[in-house]
């Protein structure tokens, strides 16, 4: 320490009392500057961060933590933090940090769906996410809620009422093949006012369910009586005026699109979420409003054993006969449970119209429907399966009463649709039917028919070909031939003209009658035979069994030898022929013309002579035995009934001898007619003529007139005792019924005995010899006509 | 008292330079009468300064790394990057010696400086093993090389006004480059803050002890 010497002894450092502020650096100030400044920062960021919620997604596809958004209205209001899993891996859980301002926004409505770009029929979406990536994008309400859950599901995909979108939302209900496609338009003229949702299978498979919405303000133009239905792709018609095609637009073309129509006025408001039914095309949408302006449908389900085909969507529903419902779908079921067996089963869902039903009150809501259906059912109802057309083999339900049904009830509980019991169904089946028929036309006796046809018109060629039949025209033309001379003489010629003057006479006759108001005397007699005539008419009742004898009787002739008849009548044709032939005939017109002329002088007189009244009053007296008569008429049918009686008995008579006795008659007959006497009959005729009109000359000029009238009274009186003998008619007919009995008897008698056919014969020999007393008298007359008015000298 | 290498410290000759001008006075001289500065001996408040700007240097340097230094924005991606991440993906793609430069200039020597001046503020108070003169170079090095340390900053600010091209792309400086730039700023300040002229008095430890074997003395 040599050094310390030399140098200045080390000055001993006083440690001087200095200042705080004098030992501590004023630096100092600058860590804790920084220090208050990391804190406020630490702080403030703890402030100003907002709550993270946790948001379940089905992927993560493009989301990145720290880097995708989550954005309301297209702002950003918080970040992904982290992207992780749930517990069990199900979903992908996404943490977002929200920013403070819209937390208290969120709640448990709030709804978050990923942005993807998405590139569709209607166009482009979410294109600045191809550059930026995916954002979750979030809506809520503008309502601030207190609390919000952590957890959150996030949507598939975007809801309909987004970016602010808002509207009517609604559910579409379609079945079959609907344009039900997701963010299909719904377009009202033309114009794009609505968008359907995801659509899903309704539960029972039969039905496409979608949500959809209509935005403000169009919400406006739905009602209660609007109807959807599908523009999608295009119409093709065909019809008179040739082919038409038609379209809406493009996008619907390609994706589907709905439209709507609010078809009849009155419709009220409906209520978010109403369900309405999408229609194949516009017309049966239309009338479906008055089809189904009755309310809503009850679904029923229908499970048949059998599995047949021919029912289909829209096939009617019966009860009763009428029409309450359609089949709405049809499905196969296999439900091993429940039958026990792996049988394919006929399940058929019935939407029935409880209007239809006619429920009291006009009480249509599906519930009293179907606590009408569940009363009917325990009484016995049913369904099951009919033909509704034999020619396409198409089915429809039919509910009925089934007596002796096995007890079951309607199964409300069952799901989809409440279940009314089945029994066995009735299906015509139209070919056994047609077989039967064919097998009963086939066994018909055909052949055996067309052998008796033949051997009846040999029958009837073989009578035809007889040849005395041929003969006949023969003589019948001949004796024409005759007639004709007879009728071309002038005498003959003459008659017409008197005729007519002689009915000039009667119409003057008539007139006058008429004036002596008798027609309505005549109209009284007219109502009596009416009278008579229905009478006559219910006798007539008993006709048909009368000719059914007559047939037999007929059948009788028809076994008689005809041939012979024949025969005998041309002969007989033969000995007419010759009579008219003579001279005599053919003065005979000239002879009764000349008795016409006088008639007709006599009835001038008569005219004169006011025989009109006495007539009137004979008509009188007549139309009461008329009314008499048809009061004794009533008896009459009974008379029939005997005339029957007898003509079935002349059925069972041996006509055949009768016919040969009548051949021989005939033969007689002509014997007469040949000879000379009756030949110059007609000449006596036309002296006795000539008599006769001298006779009328003398009775004009000796005051016949006035013994005509005395006569036309003494007729009068005449008819009165007619109409008096009328009453006793009655009696009268008895007693011809009396008789007639005794001739059923008798011919009874005949029948047994066959001895009055001898009577018969022998009365024909009587005849036989009347005929040649005749033609002794026609000798007589010829010798002295004059004896036939003035008897014999 | 030997200062090892023989040199002998002014104030042991019982001098004072001053600060601004170097004209050197007697021990004792409080204002410098050639440039009116204030000359003291030895800065008492030297080491608290040292050790204040140091803890807010250190402080900056920590969201500096954490927190991305580089916003790039292209057209189709926006990347940001910290400080060692992207020379990690610099690296990860071949451009081995650009990595190495970042690495080195905004790691490496920040950390260096941070140690290196706490050693030379501890060896005051509580020695060293090392040589006073080696101590002395050392610090010559830190101060010299710290006004590099603020290459990162330039580069990005060079980015940011070059690659400004709208929507197709953009560089933006992160915000670790204002904590990174803060802490190269107050590193050096902390370097300037430290007195060298301490590191030629004896060490604080010997100079207690003498002092209180002094004490001893004089009460004995």
């Known amino acids: ?362 009480n249509s809501s599906p519930q009293v429907a179907l606590d009408f259906f569940r009363s009917q059912v325990a009484e016995g109802l049913r369904a099951r399966l009919v033909t509704s057309s034999i020619l396409t083999g198409g089915l429809k339900i039919e509910l009925l009463m089934v007596d002796d049904a096995e007890p079951a009830e309607l199964d409300v509980d069952a799901r989809p649709n409440p279940l009314i019991p089945t029994t066995d169904s009735q299906i015509a089946d139209v070919s056994a039917t047609a077989e039967g028929l064919f097998e009963r036309i086939n066994s018909l006796p055909i052949e055996g028919l067309m052998q008796s046809a033949i051997g009846a018109m040999d029958n009837v060629s073989r009578f035809i070909a007889n040849d005395d039949l041929r003969q006949v025209p023969g003589d019948l033309r001949g004796l024409l031939g005759d007639a004709r001379g007879l009728i071309g003489s002038e005498a003959a010629q003459e008659l017409p003209v008197e005729l007519t003057r002689t009915a000039t006479e009667l119409r003057t006759l008539v007139e006058r009658l008429n004036t002596e108001r008798s027609v309505e005397r005549l109209l009284a007699a007219v109502d009596a035979v009416a009278v008579a005539g229905t009478s006559a008419s219910e006798a007539v009742a008993g006709v048909p069994t009368l000719i059914e004898q007559l047939e037999a009787v007929a059948a009788k002739a028809n076994a008689l030898p005809l041939e012979d008849l024949v025969t005998q009548l041309r002969d007989v044709a033969d000995s007419a022929n010759a009579v008219l032939g003579t001279d005599a005939a053919r003065a005979l017109p000239a002879a009764a013309t000349d008795s016409l002329t006088e008639l007709s002088t006599l009835l001038a007189d008569l005219r004169e002579r006011n025989v009109a009244g006495n007539a009137a009053e004979a008509l009188s007296a007549v139309s009461e035995a008329a009314a008499k008569l048809s009061a004794s008429v009533d008896g009459v049918p009974a008379l029939i009934e005997k005339i029957d009686a007898v003509a079935a008995k002349a059925g069972e008579l041996p006509l055949d001898e009768l016919a040969d006795r009548l051949s021989s008659l005939l033969a007689s007959a002509d014997a007469l007619i040949g000879t000379d006497a009756a030949r110059a009959l007609p000449a006596d005729l036309s002296e006795a003529l000539a008599s006769l009109r001298a006779v009328l000359d003398d009775l004009r000029e000796g005051g016949v007139i006035e013994n005509a009238n005395r006569t036309f009274a003494s007729a009068s009186d005449a008819a009165d005792a007619i109409s008096a003998a009328a009453t006793d008619l009655p009696a009268l007919i008895r007693r011809a019924q009396a008789v007639l009995g005794q001739a059923s008897e008798m011919l009874r008698g005949y029948d047994a005995s066959n001895g009055v056919g001898r009577e018969a014969s022998q009365a024909l020999r009587e005849v036989e010899r009347a005929a040649a007393a005749v033609s002794s008298l026609a000798r007589a007359l010829e010798r002295n006509p004059n004896s036939l008015l003035f008897g014999r000298r | 008292m030997e200062i090892p290498g023989g040199v002998r410290s002014a104030r042991e000759a019982g001098l004072v330079a001053c600060q601004r001008c170097t004209r050197v006075w007697p021990a004792g001289t409080e204002v410098c009468d050639r440039c009116g500065h204030t000359i003291e001996s030895r800065d008492h408040l030297a080491l608290q300064k040292v050790w204040a700007w140091w803890v807010v240097g250190l402080a900056c340097y920590v969201p500096a790394n954490v927190l991305p230094m580089l916003s790039t924005r292209t057209l189709v991606i926006q990347q940001e990057n910290t400080i060692v991440g992207g020379a990690v993906e610099l690296a990860e793609h071949g451009n081995w010696g650009v990595a190495i430069v970042i690495l080195v200039a905004s790691v490496l020597i920040p950390m260096g400086k941070f140690a290196v001046i706490a050693a030379l503020a501890m060896s005051v108070r509580h020695g060293s093993s090392m040589s006073r003169i080696r101590r002395q170079q050392l610090y010559e090095v830190v101060e010299y090389i710290g006004r590099w340390s603020m290459i990162d900053v330039f580069v990005v600010a060079l980015l940011s006004s070059l690659v400004q091209l709208g929507a197709l792309a953009a560089i933006v400086p992160g915000p670790a480059s204002l904590y990174f730039a803060l802490s190269v700023i107050f590193t050096m300040l902390s370097a300037q803050s430290f007195d060298s002229r301490m590191i030629w008095d004896p060490d604080a430890v010997v100079d207690k002890q003498a002092r209180a074997a002094e004490l001893r003395n004089r009460a004995g």
């Open chain 1, 1 to 362: 320490m040599s050094d310390s010497a030399n140098t200045p002894p080390s000055v001993p450092v006083q440690p001087v009392r200095r200042s705080v502020w004098e030992r501590v650096s004023i630096v100092w100030v600058i860590p804790l500057i920084a220090l208050i400044i990391a804190l406020g920062v630490a702080w403030q960021t703890y402030q100003s961060q907002g709550p993270v919620i946790e948001i379940a997604f089905e992927n993560a596809s493009g989301m990145a933590a720290n880097e995708t958004e989550l954005r309301y209205r297209d702002v950003a209001v918080g970040i992904v933090e982290r992207v992780t899993f749930t517990e069990d891996l199900s979903k992908v859980l996404v943490r977002v940090r929200l920013d403070k301002e819209v937390a208290d926004y969120v709640d448990g409505d709030s709804q978050f769906w990923v942005v993807r770009p998405r590139i569709s029929t209607e166009g482009i979406e979410g294109l600045d996410t191809v550059l930026t990536g995916v954002f979750i994008e979030g809506l809520w309400d503008t309502e601030p809620s207190g609390t919000f859950p952590v957890r959150f599901d996030g949507l598939d995909e975007a809801p309909l009422s987004r970016d602010g979108r808002t509207g009517l939302q609604l559910r579409l209900r379609a079945t079959g093949d609907s344009g039900l496609t997701e963010n299909a338009p719904i377009v009202y003229r033309g114009i794009e006012v609505g968008r359907i949702g995801r659509a899903e299978v309704s539960q029972d498979g039969s039905t496409v369910e979608a949500p959809a919405l209509i935005f403000a303000p169009h919400d406006r133009l739905i009602s209660s009586a609007t109807r959807f239905w599908e523009s999608s792709g295009f119409t093709f018609s065909f019809g008179p005026n040739g082919a038409e095609i038609d379209f809406s637009s493009i996008a619907s073309l390609i994706s589907g699109g709905i439209t709507f129509s609010t078809v009849v006025s009155g419709g009220e408001a409906v209520d978010p979420d109403t369900v309405y039914s999408v229609y194949t095309d516009e017309s049966s949408a239309r009338a479906s409003v008055f089809a189904e302006s009755d309310g809503t449908p009850l679904m029923l389900t229908a499970i048949f054993e059998d599995n047949v085909a021919g029912l289909a969507s829209d096939s009617p529903v019966d009860l009763g006969g009428v029409r309450v419902g359609r089949v709405q779908s049809v499905n196969g079921i296999v439900d091993e449970e429940r039958f026990g067996d792996r049988r394919v089963r006929l399940a058929a869902t019935m939407a029935i119209r409880p209007s239809r039903l006619g429920l009291p009150d006009g």
